[in-house]
């Protein structure tokens, strides 16, 4: 993976590392340095997205259908935009410990920014949000959440590709 | 999320296997892994991702 594309990957990622820290596989504080690394726009020395086997294998699956010779920001984004629910669901239907509806990725709205949060309008409603991984976020910018973070800005075009995505899994599921 | 659950190998194919899985099976498309039977793999949506040794995966099972 290309520079920034890892640092794409870890913003995606890291907001559920948190449940590695409830495994007691991570600690806080790693995992507290490992997100100020990443929301300083810089990237951890080690090989952190290999802790993410399931993410990681799934943009390796994704990047070969794509005929792509690495994982790439299309190859992340396809994932965790648009195929996570489904990897999410399929899990819990077989551990049921942890909670999908928070794992999910979900597009937004942001409504207010203040000291490093922001509220998002989302289809789970408005609730808060870390802007560490998009400092940026404005007022009425569209964004993608994952668990307490906003992962990054994301388009008109891509915001309703998810909310089509999300009515079409909604209705399968 | 982030940990996948874990399989028993029964059965390999060409490019599939077939796992065993809290007493269910299931086939999973295995061109990430390099696996033989016997052997445990970590498992996400129908694709073997990883193998595992089989003390983390009794761990993972709640077995040890």
């Known amino acids: 993976m290309k520079i920034e594309d890892r640092k794409l990957f870890l913003k995606y990622a890291l907001p559920c590392a948190s449940t590695f820290v409830t495994r007691g596989t991570l600690t806080q504080e790693h995992l507290n340095d490992l997100i100020r690394t990443v929301s300083d726009d810089n990237l951890p020395n080690e090989n952190v997205e290999e802790m993410f086997k399931v993410a990681n294998a799934m943009c390796k699956i994704i990047a070969m259908r794509m005929n792509k010779s690495s994982i790439d920001s299309e190859v992340i984004r396809q994932y965790f935009l648009l195929e996570h629910s489904k990897v999410v669901d399929d899990r819990y239907e077989l551990m049921r410990d942890f909670n999908p509806i928070d794992c999910k990725t979900y597009a937004g709205i942001v409504t207010k920014t203040e000291n490093g949060h922001a509220i998002v309008k989302t289809s789970r409603g408005e609730r808060e949000y870390k802007t560490l991984f998009a400092k940026n976020a404005r007022e009425k910018d569209m964004v993608v959440v994952h668990f307490d973070f906003i992962v990054e800005l994301i388009t008109e075009d891509t915001f309703k590709k998810m909310q089509t995505a999300e009515l079409e899994y909604g209705k399968r599921n | ?64």
């Not at chain 2, 892994?33 to 089989?54: H, R, T």
């Open chain 2, 1 to 64: 999320m982030c940990q996948s659950p874990v399989g028993k190998v029964i059965k390999v194919n060409d490019s599939t296997i077939l796992i065993e899985h809290k007493g269910k099976t299931r086939e999973l498309d295995s061109k990430l892994v390099d696996v033989k039977v016997g052997e445990y793999v970590m498992f996400s949506l129908n694709i073997a991702i990883d193998k595992i040794d089989e003390e983390e995966a009794k761990m993972i099972l709640g077995e040890l």
